[in-house]
């Protein structure tokens, strides 16, 4: 053997897991197709006031030019943006991916504080002014979102707005047409998709820190703590789901955060009966033992050393955790559960059936949406289910 | 075993106690919780009856005293042995065969358990037919999945069910009934309910004007059945699909008939097109007993079909006709999510155990792959699909909650939803206590049957 073959095996070896793990996923169609989605999603969430809002992009008002779509930008839509491009910035920086992590959530933590002290946009929001304007040609240019409704925009101005088909108004345009209360489905469905995403990851975020840091005492300690774990995963898991989300929700009343708190903590029994069993296997391991004889803190045995080690299964349950997640958020929807005013597919969904006829554009678009999101991460999931397992990836080479 | 069922049935009661108390609270920590200020809330009343109201419903549940004391209370009624309670509210003597009793519901006025036995059937009966359908049809298509590893069947049978697995069981629900149900669209099934309201008073079976009408009726049923049976398990691949093609088309065209009387256009076109496509694909499947389940389906419809065409009419349509034809809908869009999860799981399994090295060393011997598959891998196979039947009923259940509250169908799940969206602490509680048992039951039927079927394992 020479030595140039030596080396280019070490190199091939050295390679960290985690871009393994990359490379084998992105070789899978169904996980390109389903990254697709979620890419497409996560960039039409960041620029939803910039996609379908009243506020014309810009405007000039006897010679005056301004932007009432930047005023009217609420500090949320400035996080968002900001955290699009931190996750943009720091994708490129060479560090391992878990400082990434942490710092892109300090840079996000610190973007909201800011915005939150700077933004300041109107709290009373005249959505028709413009169209008035327009109308009795005050303005001298203008120039609008590509859909120039707001998700809360009523359309009060004309008389008579209520459910819509698809492009069956004559003076004005709604692609997807409108819902029960006249505001144009394309818009609320715009909106509606950072719900979706928020719900799908902070809910899911939650749940895996409750559930990792259980499973891991669980796993590690067994015995006595193992006991009393799993009885309280049985309890959690024996308590259905749903029920237990319907009545925190009716008794905790309707917040966005709220739901999320809850969605994760229903959610984590399965995360930590996979960190326990992944853990019960590594705890007998020798550079466990290794870390133990060392005298390490307890927090650096557990997440620093075994945790890496137990990543596998924990990532596809994940994925396919963020797909039930925002299913669960939209069944709240659905039933009457989720929020009140704010655009959600649930609810513009419960829509298609409330009144005597049936309104086919408010079953097929937000339900489409919800499906191809659930479809999208359950693509993921599976993808990556593969690319972690060792046994098809044996197959793949032989 | 006998030692570990009553272990397993004494476990129950801790994990029971723990769910109910989870629940309760969420329900005492709530803003506003459950007080007979919120009872009374929303009713036209003076000041004083107002008054005599709530200290009436503080007596009645004991709304007044600290949530603790509420649950201890709550548990007192509902264990088979405790304290008496009195009228007034009161505690009274110890007893050890006092019987438990599940409150009465706020809401409704009406003892819990009077309640559940009304809805509790109607859930199960939802289940009890999903669960031997989902099992039959996904262990059909996980072993065609199998066999044909890598192949065309597998591989867009894998996305399809990954597809269908997606799909929210409240969107299936509404489509259905937006485009099957309502007035707009196909009206073949009806919007809601389990029966209506004529049958009551109607024969359990279907009632004909005379018994010529019966013969021909079932004549056309048997014939059309066989034909179709005989005709997808004779002919050569080639020649199924387009058998399928004809019939696919076939319906395509009276679907678009029926929907707008016209006798030609794009709509024809495009679900005749729809349809055979579809209709070739499945007259395309390799697996015998899909192929015949489907020609008796197609056999069933359209030799009823033809029967009405012949001018059989029904003079009742009965009570069984009627109820199938109500639980049409729901059923599918209550199964078909635990469908897709559990062929796919079925297909993982037998591929594992078909790559074992028992399952070579029967090749190696010279059993045919028939058997092979059947009497050796089969078998084995069916351990992670046991394991997992304890986890379908809770998610059936679940499932039931959102298809009850689409399809208006009175059951348990209508029921939850309504007992907390008006903060009925009775019926919360005992909702709780009652899916928590069944899902409880359902683990430890998976646990025993997973004894029976595998010797390796044993409780003893």
Redesign the interface.
């Known amino acids: 053997m020479t030595e140039q073959t030596l080396s280019n095996q070490q190199i091939q070896r050295s390679k960290p897991w985690s871009q393994q793990v990359l490379v084998a996923l992105l070789k899978r169609n169904s996980a390109r197709i389903g990254l697709l989605w979620i890419g497409i999603l996560v960039v039409i969430a960041t620029f939803s006031p910039f996609l379908a809002s009243s506020h014309p992009l810009y405007m000039v008002v006897d010679g005056q030019i301004s932007s009432p779509l930047l005023m009217h930008m609420s500090a949320q839509d400035w996080v968002w943006l900001a955290a699009f491009i931190f996750t943009l910035v720091l994708f490129k920086w060479s560090r391992p991916v878990w400082q990434k992590l942490l710092f892109w959530l300090g840079l996000v933590a610190v973007s909201a504080v800011v915005a939150n002290v700077l933004a300041s946009p109107p709290t009373l929001i005249i959505y028709e002014q413009y169209r008035e304007m327009q109308a009795a040609g005050e303005l001298d240019k203008v120039m609008y979102a590509p859909i120039p409704y707001s998700a809360k925009d009523y359309l009060r101005d004309y008389a008579n707005t209520g459910v819509e088909a698809p492009l069956e108004a004559t003076e004005r345009t709604h692609w997807l047409g409108t819902d029960e209360n006249g505001a144009d489905v394309a818009s609320r469905m715009i909106h509606a998709s950072r719900i979706a995403l928020g719900i799908g990851f902070i809910a899911t975020g939650i749940a895996l820190v409750i559930g990792t840091i259980i499973g891991g005492l669980m796993g590690y300690f067994s015995g006595i703590v193992d006991i009393i774990g799993m009885r309280l995963v049985e309890i959690f898991e024996a308590i259905p789901t749903l029920f237990l989300l319907l009545s925190f929700v009716a008794f905790f009343g309707r917040s966005i955060y709220m739901m999320m708190v809850i969605i994760g903590i229903t959610a984590w029994s399965g995360y930590a009966r996979y960190v326990r069993a992944e853990f019960l296997k590594l705890r007998q391991q020798d550079f466990v033992q290794a870390a133990v004889a060392c005298g390490l803190p307890l927090r650096s045995i557990l997440f620093r050393h075994m945790l890496p080690n137990g990543l596998a299964p924990l990532l596809v349950a994940t994925s396919f955790g963020v797909a039930s997640a925002i299913l669960a958020e939209a069944t709240l929807s659905f039933l009457g559960l989720g929020l009140i005013d704010d655009p959600s597919w649930g609810q513009l969904l419960n829509q298609a059936v409330q009144s005597s006829t049936f309104n086919w554009w408010l079953a097929v678009f937000p339900g489409g949406a919800i499906f191809m999101t659930v479809f999208a991460y359950n693509l993921l999931g599976e993808a990556l289910r593969d690319a972690v397992d060792p046994h098809t990836n044996r197959n793949r080479q032989a | 075993m006998l030692n570990y069922l009553l272990r397993r049935l004494l476990l129950m009661v801790?994990?029971l106690l723990?769910?109910t108390l989870?629940?309760f609270v969420?329900?005492a920590a709530?803003?506003?919780?459950i007080s007979a200020q919120t009872l009374v809330d929303g009713m036209e009343l003076e000041p004083q009856s107002r008054k005599a109201l709530e200290d009436y419903y503080n007596k009645l549940y004991g709304l007044d005293q600290p949530a603790p004391v509420q649950y201890l209370r709550w548990l007192n009624n509902i264990s088979p042995v405790g304290f008496e309670r009195n009228v007034d509210g009161t505690l009274g003597s110890f007893s050890l065969w006092k019987g438990s009793d599940l409150g009465t519901s706020f809401r409704y006025g009406r003892a819990v358990t009077d309640l559940l036995a009304e809805r509790l059937p109607i859930t199960l009966l939802l289940n009890l037919i999903s669960i031997p359908l989902i099992y039959a049809l996904a262990v059909g298509i996980g072993v065609q999945a199998a066999r044909d590893r890598g192949g065309r069947f597998d591989v867009s049978s894998n996305?399809f069910l990954?597809?269908l697995?997606?799909?929210?069981s409240?969107?299936a629900g509404?489509?259905f009934?937006?485009?099957f149900a309502?007035e707009?669209?196909w009206r073949w099934f009806p919007t809601g309910g389990l029966m209506r309201r004529e049958t009551a008073s109607e024969t359990f079976l279907p009632l004909f004007a005379s018994f010529t009408d019966v013969l021909i009726a079932v004549g056309c049923v048997a014939v059309l059945t066989l034909l179709f049976m005989q005709l997808l398990s004779r002919l050569s691949t080639s020649n199924r699909q387009w058998l399928g093609v004809v019939i696919g088309a076939g319906l395509g065209y009276m679907m678009a008939l029926n929907l707008y009387g016209q006798w030609f256009g794009v709509l024809h076109i495009v679900l005749m097109l729809l349809l055979a496509l579809l209709m070739r694909s499945l007259c395309n499947l390799q697996n015998l007993s899909l192929r015949l389940a489907i020609a008796g389906s197609l056999g069933l419809g359209l030799g009823l079909g033809l029967a009405a065409q012949l001018g059989v009419t029904f003079l009742q349509n009965g009570y069984l006709l009627d109820r199938i034809w109500h639980l049409v809908l729901p059923i599918i869009a209550l199964s078909y999510g635990g469908l897709a999860f559990l062929a796919k799981l079925t297909r993982s399994s037998l591929l594992e155990n078909l790559a074992a090295n028992y399952a070579r060393t029967a090749r190696a011997k010279g059993v045919d792959e028939e058997s092979v598959l059947w009497r050796h891998v089969f078998r084995n196979s069916l351990l992670p699909l046991i394991t997992v039947s304890a986890t379908l009923l809770?998610s059936l259940?679940?499932g039931s909650?959102?298809i009850e509250?689409?399809f208006s169908i009175d059951g348990m799940g209508k029921l939850?939803?309504e007992a907390?969206?008006t903060?009925d602490r009775e019926l919360?509680l005992s909702?709780?206590l009652i899916?928590?048992l069944l899902?409880?039951f359902g683990?430890l039927m998976a646990d025993i049957a997973y004894a029976l079927v595998d010797p390796r394992v044993s409780y003893d």
């Open positions: 801790p994990t723990g769910i989870v629940v969420v329900m709530a803003p506003g919780g996305i990954l597809g697995w997606s799909v929210p409240m969107l509404v489509l009934i937006g485009f309502s707009q669209y809770p259940l679940a909650v959102i509250s689409i939850a939803v907390v969206q903060r919360v909702v709780t899916s928590g899902t409880l683990y």
